[in-house]
């Protein structure tokens, strides 16, 4: 066989190779990964956005409640908690730290209900307007929430999916040691919807 002949070989051997890893998936995975660790930092952004409006809402309620100190003290320690469990990109990964995580921030949630109570007591407080200011944006921040999380779980559906299906589960497995990301499950008790009696 001729030089030409060999050189020819090579070089349509390397363009099947360069085209067989076109569909291995590598960026796409790749991509997907990125996509996620960027949702996840906008859920994180929208959980501290919160933990920083709730010590003006606990020290507004604080001057009108001032006997309902339980309720207070619990919202603090809630805060506490979901501020001290941290998870980051590389951990979605580990399901125990990220039900961990998942746990102290249906915790500040619940403590963040029951103050919500405990105000509908005090009509002067409710009309203060830099409570309602405080409600209002405790209440964007919510959604916000909401949001953030939707589109992280849409793209971790996506890679998780993407790293499961063939061939690229091959490419995940073999070439990048990808891993199922967690994602959000139903807070314990939100499974039902709750009774209403008269």
């Not at 790749?30 to 994180?44: F, I, P, R, T, Y």
């Amino acid at each position: 066989m001729s030089r030409f002949g060999k050189t020819l070989y090579i070089h349509i051997a390397l363009a099947i190779a360069f085209m067989s890893l076109q569909g291995c998936g590598y960026n796409s995975i790749q991509g997907l990964d990125e996509d996620s660790k960027a949702a996840w930092g906008e859920v994180q952004n929208q959980y501290e956005r919160r933990a920083d409006l709730i010590p003006n809402l606990v020290s507004t309620v604080k001057g009108y409640a001032s006997h309902e100190k339980e309720t207070l003290q619990a919202v603090i320690e809630a805060r506490a908690k979901a501020t001290q469990t941290k998870i980051d990109a590389g951990s979605l990964t580990n399901p125990a730290a990220f039900k961990a995580f998942q746990g102290a921030q249906d915790g500040l949630s619940s403590a963040l209900s029951r103050l919500m109570v405990v105000v509908e007591r005090y009509p002067d407080l409710k009309a203060n307007t830099n409570f309602q200011a405080l409600q209002a944006e405790l209440a964007g921040t919510e959604n916000r929430i909401a949001v953030a999380r939707r589109r992280y779980i849409q793209v971790v559906a996506e890679y998780n999916k993407k790293i499961r299906f063939f061939p690229t589960n091959l490419t995940a497995k073999y070439l990048l040691d990808a891993k199922l990301k967690e994602t959000f499950a139903a807070s314990e008790g939100k499974e039902s919807a709750p009774k209403v009696e008269f």
